[in-house]
């Protein structure tokens, strides 16, 4: 199968909460799976765990130790897609026809594009995976199979 992951679900996989069991049945065992993340997930999820450190809901060790899992992860588990010019002005377009935040908006339409191309090769359609009911609501009316794992 082949996924798309946000930033929302990238963090689950590694700090336990409502959703994680999900997230890590579609990642485990490993190489069975595609997963597609956008060169901005890293940004998104560093600064997720860095507040939630600074909040003191996870310490300093595993903090630490989080940060360096999903950096080695993201190199050889994920297929990091960049931002393109192309994935820019779909992102706008998303913005001014939905309520989405920026990064959300790059990260729909970086799965939008992966989804064409895919689509494109006559290869099975990516599926959508965020725990933002928002995102989610958005990807489905953008005709994307969506896994919201907090729902499942």
Not at 75 to 95: C, G, H, M, R, T
Request: contains cysteine.
């Amino acid at each position: 199968m082949i996924y798309y992951f946000d930033s929302s679900v990238i963090v689950k996989r590694y700090i336990e909460e409502k959703g994680t069991s999900g997230v890590r049945a579609i990642i485990c065992p490993p190489l069975i799976n595609i997963i597609h993340i956008s060169t901005i997930t890293a940004v998104e999820v560093v600064a997720a765990l860095s507040r939630r450190y600074r909040i003191k809901e996870i310490s300093e060790n595993c903090y630490k130790d989080t940060v360096n899992m999903f950096l080695q992860d993201s190199k050889i588990q994920y297929y990091s897609n960049n931002v393109s010019e192309e994935v820019i002005d779909e992102a706008i377009k998303l913005a001014k026809s939905f309520p989405l935040r920026a990064y959300d908006a790059i990260q729909l339409a970086t799965a939008l594009m992966i989804n064409t191309e895919y689509k494109r090769r006559g290869v099975a359609e990516l599926t959508f995976v965020s725990s933002d009911r928002n995102l989610c609501k958005v990807a489905v009316d953008n005709r994307l199979q969506v896994i919201n794992p907090e729902e499942t």
